[in-house]
C-alpha cells in the first residue's frame, strides 16, 4: 500500500521559511517523479513545484509555478524516501494546504499538472501571516 505523508508545515510570518517534507513507502521512490501541489480556501489545487525521477545518467529535471520561481526549491533523497520543499521569502498569498503526489513509475513529463500523478498524501497546512 503506497503512503504519502507530508510534515513540516505551520504558521510563519511573512518572509520567513519552512520545509515541507514528505515521506513514501509501498512504492519504488527512485522511479517515480514527484510533485507539490497546494490548495488555498476557495480555490482549486494548483502545481506548485515537480522533481523528475532519472535513470542516474541525467540530472532531475525541475519545475515550478511562476509564482513561487525563485523562492521555492523542490529536492528529493532517495536513500530516505524522501521529497522536500524549502519554501522562503513566504508571502501571505501562500497560504494553503500542500500535497505531495507521485506519478506512475517512469513516467516522463510534463510534470505540471495532475495528470502524472497517482498517488497524494494528505496534506500539510501552510500559514503564513502578514
Known amino acids: 500500500q503506497v503512503q504519502l505523508v507530508e510534515s513540516g508545515g505551520g504558521l510563519v510570518q511573512a518572509g520567513g521559511s519552512l520545509r515541507l517534507s514528505c515521506a513514501a513507502s509501498?512504492?519504488?521512490?527512485?522511479?517515480?517523479?514527484l510533485g507539490w501541489f497546494r490548495r488555498a480556501p476557495g480555490k482549486e489545487r494548483e502545481f506548485v513545484a515537480a522533481?523528475?525521477?532519472?535513470?542516474?545518467?541525467?540530472?532531475?529535471?525541475?519545475d515550478y509555478a511562476d509564482s513561487v520561481k525563485g523562492r521555492f526549491t523542490i529536492s528529493r533523497d532517495n536513500a530516505k524516501n524522501t521529497v522536500y520543499l524549502q519554501m522562503n521569502s513566504l508571502k501571505p498569498e501562500d497560504t494553503a494546504a500542500y500535497y505531495c503526489?507521485?506519478?506512475?513509475?517512469?513516467?516522463?513529463?510534463?510534470?505540471?499538472?495532475?495528470?502524472?500523478?497517482?498517488?497524494w498524501g494528505q496534506g500539510t497546512q501552510v500559514t503564513v501571516s502578514s
Open positions: 503526489a507521485a506519478s506512475s513509475r517512469y513516467y516522463v513529463g510534463p510534470y505540471s499538472t495532475e495528470r502524472p500523478y497517482v498517488y
Open positions: 509501498g512504492l519504488t521512490f527512485s522511479t517515480v517523479a
Open positions: 522533481i523528475s525521477w532519472n535513470s542516474g545518467n541525467t540530472d532531475y529535471q525541475t
